[in-house]
């Protein structure tokens, strides 16, 4: 499922990244890479604010939809 449908304050490990080729590299450059963990810390209008290795990181619903947990 995206990382959309996770709950607030809920960890999930991601299973999967979708998307070009720039926007996988781009978002493994942020810190999201298979198989690690990300907790979700707050959802604003679809917008996810989210805790990845040791850093808080803000997507956007477009891009949360591309990683699959």
């Known amino acids: 499922m995206p990382l959309t449908m996770a ?3 809920e960890t999930a490990v991601i299973r999967r990244i979708t998307g070009r080729d720039e ?3 781009h978002l493994a450059e942020l810190g999201f890479v298979v198989e690690s ?3 979700v810390v707050s959802a604003l209008g679809g917008n996810l604010i989210l805790q990845v290795k040791d ?4 997507l956007d619903r477009t891009m949360a939809n591309r ?3």
Do not use: D, E
Not at 55 to 58: D, E, L, N
């Open 55 to 58: 850093s808080r990181v803000a």
């Open 67 to 69: 990683i699959m947990i």
């Open 37 to 39: 963990p990300v907790t």
């Open 7 to 9: 709950k607030c304050g």
């Open 23 to 25: 926007v996988r590299r």
